[in-house]
C-alpha cells in the first residue's frame, strides 16, 4: 500500500486531500503540518487570514481552468451544506474591471472569464478614460467563504473520513517527513507539498521564485450579503458579505520588509474606498461610525512565475509540489488539488506497475 502525506493543512493541503478520497477513498492519508485547523490564528501560515471570496484572477490557461474549477466545488459544497456549519455560502458578485481599449494585440484579457462562470452579465460600461481603459461592471455568481469555519469544516470532515492529523515541529527538508511520522517508509511514501512559503526555505525544495507580502483586511458588521471588487489605481478594493452580520472590507497590500501600516491608517484608507463605491451600503468613510470586529493582518506566499504543480523523486520520497497560488489560496483551491491529485495517482500507478 502506498502512504500518502500532505505537508501543509492550509487550503491547498486540505483540499487536495479531499480530492484524493473522492477518487480513491482507500488511500491512507495523514496531513502533517506544524499549524493545524483549530489552532489560534498565527502569522506563520496564511489560510486562517484570507479574505476568502472568489475572484477571477486569470493567468495562464492552467491557472484559469484551476480557478473555475475550484468555484465549481465550492459552489456544489455551498448548495450542499448550510453556511453555517462550512462557512461556504453563494453570493451575487459584482465587479468594476479596467479594460483596455483597444485591447493590446496578444495581450491579456481581463474579462477571460466571460460565459464561463454561472450568472455573468455585464451591466455597464463607463467612457474610455485618458489611459485608454473603460471600467466594465460586470455580474456573476460567486462564493464568500469564513476561513475559520471552513477549515475546521474540512478537517472533520477529513477525519471522519479516516485521515490522520499529525503536528509536527518545524522541518528543514522533505526528506525529514517520515522520521516525524510513526510508520511511514521513504519507500512507499509519495508526499505533496503543499507548504507554501515553506517551499523557499527546504533545504531539498529551495523555490527561489516564493517571495511574501503582508496583507490587511478588516471584518465589521454589516448586513450586506453580496461580494463586491473594483480592480484599479493600483489598488484592489473588495467586500465580502459572509451572511452572518459580518463583511470582510479590502485590502492593503505591503511588502514583508517594509514597517507595517498603523491599524488606524489602513482602516480609514479602506473604509474611504469602500464608501465611495457603496455608499448605500456604506454611508460613511470614517471608521468610527462602524463596529469594527476584527484586523486581519496575515503573511501571504507568493510566487509570481506562477502555479508550481509537478512531480519529482527527492532520494527515495515521490514528491507533488502544489504549491505557489499567489494571493488565491482558497480561489485556486480545489482546482490545484484536481491537478494534484492527478499527479499523486499518476505515482501512484506507477507504483503498482512495478510490482
Same mark, same amino acid.
Given at each position: ?50 479574505c476568502a471570496g472568489w475572484v477571477p484572477l486569470g493567468g495562464p490557461p492552467n491557472e484559469q481552468d484551476m480557478q473555475l474549477a475550484a ?73 464568500v467563504v469564513n476561513p475559520s469555519k471552513f477549515l475546521s469544516w474540512l478537517r472533520a470532515t477529513l477525519e471522519a473520513k479516516g485521515v ?69 489605481? %493600483?489598488? !484592489?478594493?473588495?467586500? &465580502? $458579505?459572509?451572511?452572518?452580520?459580518? +463583511?470582510? @472590507?479590502?485590502?492593503?497590500?505591503? =511588502? ?71 494571493? %488565491?489560496? !482558497?480561489?485556486?483551491? &480545489? $482546482?490545484?488539488?484536481?491537478?494534484? +491529485?492527478? @499527479?499523486?495517482?499518476?505515482?501512484? =500507478?506507477?507504483g503498482a506497475g512495478s510490482t
Open positions: 500500500m502506498t502512504d500518502i502525506t500532505i505537508f501543509g493543512a492550509g487550503i491547498i493541503g486540505l483540499s487536495t486531500t479531499l480530492t484524493l478520497l473522492d477518487s480513491n477513498p482507500n488511500y491512507t492519508i495523514t496531513i502533517a503540518a506544524r499549524d493545524l485547523p483549530g489552532d489560534e490564528p498565527s502569522q506563520n501560515w496564511a489560510s486562517p487570514w484570507a468555484l465549481t466545488r465550492l459552489r456544489q459544497i455551498a448548495a450542499e451544506h448550510p453556511p453555517e456549519e462550512t462557512g461556504v455560502r453563494s453570493v451575487e458578485q459584482t465587479e468594476i474591471i479596467p479594460v483596455p481599449v483597444p485591447a493590446p494585440s496578444g495581450g491579456y484579457d481581463p474579462l477571460w472569464f466571460a460565459g464561463r462562470v454561472p450568472g455573468y452579465s455585464v451591466l455597464s460600461t463607463s467612457t474610455a478614460s485618458p489611459d485608454g481603459t473603460v471600467a466594465t461592471t460586470v455580474r456573476y455568481a460567486s462564493v490522520e492529523f499529525v503536528r509536527i515541529p518545524s522541518v528543514s527538508s522533505l526528506a525529514e517527513l517520515p522520521q516525524h511520522i510513526q510508520g511511514k517508509k521513504k519507500a512507499d511514501l509519495v508526499v505533496v507539498n503543499a507548504s507554501g512559503a515553506a517551499s523557499a526555505t527546504l533545504q531539498d525544495v529551495l523555490d527561489d521564485a516564493v517571495v511574501t507580502d503582508r496583507a490587511h483586511v478588516c471584518v465589521v458588521k454589516s448586513e450586506f450579503q453580496g461580494g463586491f471588487v473594483c480592480r484599479g489605481n %493600483g489598488v !484592489y478594493t473588495y467586500v &465580502f $458579505g459572509r451572511g452572518d452580520g459580518t +463583511a470582510v @472590507l479590502g485590502g492593503v497590500s505591503e =511588502a514583508v520588509t517594509a514597517e507595517a501600516k498603523p491599524v488606524e491608517e489602513v482602516r480609514a484608507d479602506i473604509l474611504s474606498r469602500v464608501h465611495e463605491n457603496l455608499p448605500d451600503h456604506f454611508p460613511s468613510p470614517d471608521p468610527a461610525d462602524y463596529t469594527i470586529l476584527q484586523d486581519l493582518v496575515g503573511i501571504r506566499p507568493l510566487r509570481p512565475a506562477g502555479v508550481k504543480v509537478e512531480k519529482q523523486v527527492i532520494g527515495e520520497t515521490k514528491v507533488v509540489h502544489a504549491y505557489g497560488t499567489t494571493i %488565491g489560496g !482558497y480561489i485556486h483551491s &480545489f $482546482g490545484l488539488a484536481q491537478a494534484a +491529485a492527478k @499527479l499523486v495517482d499518476e505515482f501512484v =500507478a506507477e
